[in-house]
């Protein structure tokens, strides 16, 4: 727990349930690793590339993820509240019933992403690019979307009330 993991190559590793709270990943390589359950909950992967990485059901709360290539990767069911992924690239990640209350998500690339059933209460998307986004059902009760280009995005039975939506495209 809280070790330095720092530039590690963890290409295709399986981490599945592993205990990685407040490790330092900063830089690491983990692509295509499986995460399944673990628990990264305040760890730092700032410029992490997890690429087509399954951090499926996995602990990423007050994790900060900022900077990190995030293209592709599974993150259904994750509980990320409080988590910072400022200017990271999600595009195509799949976010299923992912929780990102209070996340911080400014500048993020989260176009052509699956976030169905998300609960994104209060969380921060200024300046994001959510063009494509599947957002159906998600709740985004008092959420930042100033600036965000939501060109294309599915919104169908979305929570949408109390939201700041100064300046996004629609």
Known sequence: ???????????????????????????ADPRGAAFEGAKLANALLVGARLEGANLSGAN?????MSGSDMFGTKLESARMSGAKMIGSNLKNAI???ANLTGADLEGADLSGTIMKQAKLTGTSLINANLTGADLRETHLYGSDLSGADLSGAKLGAATIQNAHLNGAKL
């Open 1 to 27: 727990i809280g070790s330095d993991m720092s530039y590690a190559n963890l290409v295709g590793t399986d981490l599945s349930g592993a205990d990685l709270s407040g490790c330092d990943l900063t830089g």
């Open 95 to 97: 976010l299923l019933d």
């Open 60 to 64: 990423l709360i007050g994790s900060d």
